[in-house]
C-alpha cells in the first residue's frame, strides 16, 4: 500500500532498500551514515549489525550476497578506505543476491577528519555509482542499485553527500517485495581471487565496465532538460539543485548515473548549448573526464574544491569568481556537562602528557582551554602513534586515548603490534558504554546489538590482556585519585591501560547535587573555566557563574578550584 512519508535521504534510501528484498544489512556508526542502518535494524525481515568495522561489514556483507541474498554496506566517507580492501576485489569476483554499498561523503567536514570525494573511488575500484540529488532519489536508487547488481554481477555503489543524507522530504513509499534468494553454488573461479583467476576476471571487468556504460547511456536516472540554450550545466547531487535554483530557465544534464559516465549522451548535450559550465562538489570528477572528451568545458576555481557548494557560490563559480573564506560564527563544540572525559584531559593536562588521541567525542579534548590532545589521525591510530612517540619521546612522557568503541574498531590490533614490539607506555580507554558520537549506537563492550537485544558482551580488561599489555586496570572517570593513577601508570617500565570507566551522559542523565559556590571567596583567578565545562562561566559582569540547571555534579570544577571557593555539596 502507497502512502506519504516524511524521511531523510539516509531513511529514505533504506526504506527503498527494504521494499527491494533487502535481508542483510552491515554497518559501522558514523556521520552522515549512521541512521540508514538504524532504519534497517526496525525491520524483523532484515539481519541488520553493528560490525566492529567497516572492513568487518562490507566482508559480511559481501558473504551474505555470495550466499543469495540481497544485502547493503554502509558507512561514512572513510570508512571506505577501511573497507577497501575487500571493496576492490568485490568487483572482480561480483556478486550473488544483489549487493549495494552506500558511501556517505562529507563536504564541509560537518563530523569528519577530511572532505575525500568518493566518486573517485567508482572510478579507482571500476564499481558502477549511482548519486541521488534528493531523498526521493535516493529512494527511488536504492532499489535500481540492486537490479543493476544482479543484471551486472557487481556491487554497485550509492554515494550520498552530508546535505543529502540529513535533509528531510515526502517519499511515497510502497510495499515490501520478496526476492528469492539466488542459489549458490560453489564457483572457485569466480570466489577464489588467486593471481590466475584474478587475471581473467579483471579482462572481464573490462568487458562489464564498456556494458555498464551503454547502461548509463540509456538511463533514466540521467536527464538532459534543454531550455535555454545560451547556458548549459552538467551537475549531479545536491549541486543540481543549487544550480537549478540559481538557473532555473538554464539547459542541464543531470547525472544519477555518474560512473561509468555516459559518453555520448554529455557529446550531445554540448552540442546542444552554446557555453557549458560543470557543476560539482569537491573534486573536477565530471569536468576532468568530460575535458578527456576534448569538449571545451568551463568550471570552478581550484578554491571552490574546499567545503559544500551553496546557490551563492554556484553564481560565484559562473562569474568566473575565487573563493574567499568567511572566519566562522559557529559556536566552539564543547564536551557535555558532567563529561567523564573531561576529567581524563583535565588531569593530562596538568601532567603536561603528550597526548595520542583518536576519533570519538574525545577529541574535543584538543580544543581550548584544556588543549591536551595533540593528534588524531584515523580510528585507531592513538595506540600506534603513542607506540611511536612513547618510543622516540620517552614512555614517561606519552599517554595514548581511545574510546571503548574505537578500541574494538581498530585498537585491538594497535595493541597487540604495541605488545610484540616491546612497546612501553600508557594508553587510557575511555570506556562510557556506547558509541557517543554518532548517537549512542552499542558496540560490542555494551553487550547489546543493533536491535537493542542482549549478546555477547567484550569484556575490554580481559581483551587488553590477552592482547599483551603488562598492566590493565579500571578505574572510575571520576575517581579523586584518577591524576596519581595515571602518573604512576606513566612512570611504570612496562605497556600499561587505563580503563576510565563512567557511562555516557547521553545514556546515563542522573545528576548529583551541584557543588556549593561561595561568590565570596571567588577571585575570578579562571581556573575552573580550564575545565571546559558548559555548566560555569564567566557572565557580562565578569564573574564566575555556576548553572545549576545545566550542571551534574561531576566536581571537576571542584579540583580545579585553588581559593575553595567551590566545593562539594554534603
Known amino acids: 500500500m502507497k502512502k506519504i512519508e516524511l524521511l531523510s535521504g539516509d531513511e529514505a534510501l533504506a526504506r527503498g532498500a527494504y521494499e527491494a528484498g533487502l535481508k ?66 568485490s568487483a572482480y569476483t561480483g556478486v550473488g543476491g544483489g549487493f549495494v554499498a552506500v558511501t556517505a561523503d562529507d563536504p564541509q567536514l560537518q563530523s569528519s577528519q577530511n572532505e575525500q570525494d568518493n566518486r573517485l573511488i567508482a572510478k579507482f575500484s571500476k564499481l558502477p555509482m549511482l548519486e541521488p540529488s534528493s531523498p526521493a532519489e535516493a529512494y527511488k536508487m536504492a532499489k535500481e542499485a ?76 540521467n536527464t538532459m532538460q534543454i531550455n535555454d540554450k545560451s547556458l548549459g550545466i552538467i551537475a549531479d547531487g545536491a549541486a543540481y539543485l543549487y544550480a537549478k535554483e540559481v538557473f532555473p530557465d538554464a539547459s542541464f544534464l543531470k547525472l544519477g548515473f555518474v560512473y561509468p559516465f555516459p559518453d555520448e549522451t554529455i557529446k550531445k548535450f554540448a552540442k546542444e548549448v552554446k557555453e557549458l559550465y560543470v557543476i560539482e562538489e569537491q573534486e573536477p570528477f565530471i569536468e576532468e573526464h568530460v575535458r578527456q572528451l576534448g569538449i571545451d568545458v568551463k568550471a570552478k576555481d581550484i578554491s571552490y574544491r574546499i567545503g559544500e557548494l551553496s546557490p551563492a557560490l554556484v553564481k560565484e563559480i559562473v562569474e568566473g569568481k575565487i573563493k574567499t573564506e568567511k572566519p566562522s560564527t559557529a559556536r566552539k563544540p564543547v564536551l557535555c556537562p558532567g563529561c567523564s572525559h573531561r576529567s581524563v584531559f583535565y588531569a593530562l593536562k596538568k601532567l603536561k602528557a603528550v597526548v595520542a588521541g583518536d576519533i570519538g567525542c574525545y577529541t574535543l579534548g584538543a580544543l581550548k ?25 620517552g614512555h614517561d612522557k606519552v599517554v595514548g586515548v581511545i574510546g571503548d568503541s ?35 549506537q552499542p558496540n560490542p563492550a555494551t553487550g547489546v546489538n543493533a536491535k537493542g537485544k542482549p549478546t555477547k558482551k567484550l569484556i575490554l580488561k580481559e581483551i587488553c590482556k590477552a592482547a599483551g599489555a603488562d598492566i590493565v586496570e579500571t578505574m572510575d572517570a571520576f575517581d579523586k585519585n584518577l591524576q596519581n593513577k595515571i602518573k604512576e601508570l606513566m612512570s ?56 545549576a540547571f545545566l550542571c551534574v555534579g561531576c566536581n571537576v570544577c571542584v579540583s580545579a578550584c585553588k581559593v575553595d571557593a567551590l566545593h562539594r555539596a554534603q
Open 369 to 393: 582551554p584544556l588543549e591536551a590532545l595533540h593528534t588524531t589521525v584515523c580510528m585507531g591510530a592513538s595506540v600506534t602513534i603513542m607506540e611511536s612517540l612513547s618510543k622516540n619521546l
Open 24 to 89: 542483510f544489512a552491515a554497518s559501522y556508526p558514523g556521520t552522515p551514515a549512521t541512521e540508514i542502518l538504524e532504519y534497517l535494524a526496525k525491520f524483523d525481515e532484515i539481519d541488520a549489525q553493528w560490525s566492529v568495522n567497516e572492513k568487518v561489514a562490507y566482508e559480511v556483507a559481501l558473504g551474505a550476497s555470495i550466499a543469495g541474498v540481497r544485502s547493503i554496506y554502509s558507512s561514512k566517507h572513510v570508512g571506505i578506505n577501511v573497507a577497501g580492501d575487500p571493496l576492490m576485489t
Open 146 to 221: 540492486f537490479d543493476l547488481s544482479e543484471k551486472f554481477d557487481t556491487p554497485v555503489i550509492i554515494r550520498l553527500t552530508t546535505r543529502v543524507a540529513h535533509t528531510k522530504e515526502n517519499v511515497e513509499t510502497g510495499d515490501r517485495t520478496e526476492i528469492e534468494n539466488k542459489p549458490f553454488t560453489p564457483n572457485a573461479q569466480k570466489y577464489v581471487m588467486v593471481p590466475g583467476h584474478a587475471y581473467k576476471k579483471h579482462i572481464a571487468l573490462e568487458a562489464k565496465l564498456a556494458e555498464l556504460q551503454k547502461s548509463a547511456q540509456q538511463s533514466e536516472l
Open 406 to 440: 574505537t578500541f574494538v574498531h581498530s585498537g585491538i590490533t594497535g595493541l597487540v603490534n604495541a605488545a610484540y614490539n616491546q612497546a612501553k607506555g600508557l594508553l587510557i580507554i575511555l570506556d562510557n558504554s556506547n558509541t557517543a558520537m554518532t548517537g549512542s
Open 492 to 547: 611504570k617500565d612496562a605497556l600499561c591501560v587505563l580503563i576510565a570507566r563512567f557511562p555516557c551522559r547521553m545514556i546515563d542523565r542522573s545528576r548529583q547535587s551541584p557543588p556549593v559556590f561561595n561568590k565570596d571567596k571567588c577571585i575570578v583567578c579562571g581556573a575552573c573555566l580550564q575545565v571546559d565545562c558548559p555548566a560555569i562561566y564567566k557572565n557580562a559582569d565578569g564573574k564566575i557563574t555556576l548553572d
